[in-house]
């Protein structure tokens, strides 16, 4: 079986989000790309996590063009490959509709960094797409909703801002790998459940200070992060 490696990672980035709680029956979808040779393994469409194994991981080329495997690729599939092709360091995509995310999504409203905690992984918050337009949405839904991120994205680094909320839609995640776009996706989560905790308590909470916001973020990331081990 070809690729059976990337397959294997795919799968395990599927199964992570379903551990943590973040897609119930056949939600969202991961994906991971071999660059070497352009192939993207992806969840199947419609397929439940339970009982899924790397045999029922789809191959595609770029251009979406099913290289191996009896499933069809997911629905969303499109939108992958666009992320793919504009993020050219991106390694794994996850989507879901983990609850507080999606939240923030269907109001279409960012995620201001309100603590530390958003800022040891996003430096500044997690941007929110426009929403579809009705030509945009009856040719290529799925390829649109990539273009619609790409747009979000100018002028924006996608490894300091790894994910973003699909206006009306629910959030992507991305990383080097699938397995750290799963763990982008479940820190998202996180992120977008303390932002509604802080709202609810303070409604005119206000977002961290950009000092501070930056003293976390960089200790992780970049030339100079000291935080864990070497």
């Known amino acids: 079986m070809k690729h059976q490696a990337l397959r294997e990672q795919v799968l395990e980035a599927n199964l992570?989000?379903?551990?943590?709680?973040?897609?119930?029956?056949?939600?969202?979808?991961?994906?991971g790309i071999d660059r070497s040779s352009g192939i993207v393994a992806i969840k199947p469409s419609g397929v439940p996590y339970e009982g899924m194994q790397a045999s029922d991981i789809v191959l595609v080329d770029l251009e979406g063009n099913v290289v191996e495997g009896a499933l069809r690729p997911s629905s969303d599939c499109p939108t992958h490959l666009e992320l793919y092709r504009a993020f050219s360091?991106?390694?794994?995509?996850?989507?879901?509709?983990?609850r507080a995310a999606t939240s923030w999504a269907q109001a279409c409203c960012e995620i201001p960094c309100f603590g530390t905690t958003h800022a040891d992984y996003f430096h500044g918050p997690v941007p929110v797409t426009d929403l579809l337009t009705q030509e945009e949405i009856d040719s290529g839904y799925e390829h649109h909703t990539?273009?619609?991120?790409?747009?979000?994205?100018?002028?924006?680094?996608?490894?300091h801002t790894p994910a973003v909320l699909v206006a009306g839609h629910a959030p992507f995640c991305w990383g080097k790998t699938p397995a750290d776009a799963a763990h982008i996706a479940v820190v998202l989560e996180e992120?977008?459940?303390?932002?509604?905790?802080t709202l609810a308590?303070?409604?005119?909470?206000?977002?961290?200070?950009?000092?501070?916001?930056?003293?976390?973020?960089?200790?992780?990331?970049?030339?100079?992060?000291?935080?864990?081990?070497k």
Do not use: C, M, W
Request: proline share 7%; charged share 20%; aromatic share 10%.
């Open 16 to 31: 992570e989000v379903l551990r943590r709680g973040l897609v119930l029956y056949t939600f969202g979808n991961a994906s």
């Open 191 to 197: 992120i977008a459940a303390i932002a509604l905790n």
């Open 146 to 159: 990539g273009k619609l991120i790409i747009r979000a994205f100018a002028g924006l680094d996608p490894f």
């Open 89 to 98: 360091q991106v390694g794994g995509i996850v989507h879901t509709h983990s």
């Open 201 to 229: 308590i303070d409604p005119q909470a206000e977002p961290l200070p950009l000092r501070l916001h930056d003293k976390h973020f960089y200790r992780k990331h970049g030339p100079r992060a000291y935080y864990g081990q």
